[in-house]
């Protein structure tokens, strides 16, 4: 499974997908993947940073979506005030 993670100050909102139904075509994981490229632009455009998530590893800062990755997590930009 992968899952987007976008951090807001309303807790996260995630979009989930099945990485083996998309290598064989599932029309439902690969529309949840659209969503997740499409959700991760608008993000990066917005100045947010992404990171990705794997079990035993350090987080991994990446600045193009990876539908394989287990997990990634956006965090937007700070704005101080």
């Known amino acids: 499974m992968g899952m ?3 951090m807001s100050r309303n807790g996260d909102d ?4 099945d990485v083996k139904k998309a290598e064989v075509g599932d ?3 690969l529309a949840a993947i659209r969503e ?4 991760f632009a608008v993000e990066r455009a ?4 992404a990171f990705k998530i794997e079990a035993d590893k350090a987080p991994v800062r990446i600045d193009s979506f990876d539908q394989k990755a287990e ?3 956006m965090v937007p930009r700070v704005v101080g005030g």
């Open 4 to 6: 987007l993670r976008v």
């Open 14 to 17: 995630r979009v989930a997908w």
């Open 27 to 29: 029309m439902e994981a």
């Open 36 to 39: 997740a490229e499409r959700i």
């Open 46 to 49: 917005r100045g947010a940073t």
């Open 71 to 73: 997990q990634i997590v």
